[in-house]
């Protein structure tokens, strides 16, 4: 077949493709999007149960900004995923800072109010009162409560006697909602979408930067202590090093972003990573009952952290309760 008949013959090819854009085999979309039309919003009745309607695909809020240069402000780093984020919900997980403890689990507590009292009454115990506002069922046992857990999504659930974490009701508790979340009926668990709440405040301080979170300090720390075990412990990079209750603080090993450039560069020169996480304290500091400022602070040698690496640590800190 010579050029001439060839060139026809993708011409030819090259129409008929056109013209089959709308009806035919090859239904090209973008002739839909550029003649789509907006709709009226739609309205709900005034009678309706606000509590029942929520946004289909929430959008979150920025928790702050970074500092402006020149006049233009820069969007917040990406969070990275912490560990907890990849657990199917449903999970149990244990709490505890001295001798006070409680449960975590993966559900809202809309959801696991239920459970509780299946729970009470598959045990038959008196019960003697019952708020589910306030999450508190009080039996002649013990006084259990459930409430909104620090991470989205998350409750907390609480077992006591006489003021004092009950150990085997805790227990007992933990089998009953890890024997739940491994059923079919975990479901049940998961159908309530989490809120989208703005948890963390970053303010900045002269030189230095610190978050605040509306928590109270205790479950706080308790809550960091598990999600720093499992997020600070690549080692070279981020490292859980010491963690003390009786401060609120943690001491962890950062490698800072200069000290991951001169690392890079000096592997190149000689193969070798030369660089060294620096010693840095995190503490918490109460400043209401529900309200805990994080701050970090070099240690030893090291000095002031960078004020980009504070703020950068203390992103990745309060990511891990998202």
Known sequence: MNSALKGMLVATVALATVGCARDGFYHDRNLDYAEAEETAPLVLPEARNPARYR???????????????????????????????????????RREIGADAWLVVGAEPASVWPELERFVQGRGLDVVARDPSRGVLETAQARLSVRQGLRRGDSELHCERGGVADAGCLRALERHFQSLSASASAASLTAQRPEVQDRARFERRGG???????????????????????????????????????????????????????????????????????????????????????????????????EEDQRALLERVAGLLR
Do not use: C, K, N
């Open 55 to 93: 946004d289909a695909m929430p959008v979150p809020e920025v928790s702050g900004a970074r500092p402006a240069a020149d006049g233009v402000v820069d969007a917040p780093l990406p969070q990275a995923l912490s560990p907890g984020r990849a657990r199917e919900r449903g999970y149990v997980e």
């Open 208 to 306: 230095d930067w610190q978050v605040i979170l509306p928590y109270d300090v205790d479950r706080l720390w308790a809550e960091l202590s598990y999600q720093l075990e499992a997020d600070f412990a690549v080692e070279g990079r981020r490292e859980l090093r010491e963690r003390d209750p009786g401060t609120h603080s943690f001491l962890v090993g950062y490698l800072t972003r200069e000290a991951r450039e001169q690392g890079l560069l000096g592997s190149l020169a000689s193969l070798e990573f030369g660089a060294e996480p620096e010693p840095v304290r995190l503490t918490l500091e109460a400043r209401g009952p529900e309200e805990t400022v994080l701050r970090v602070e070099g240690v030893g040698e090291a000095g002031a952290l960078p």
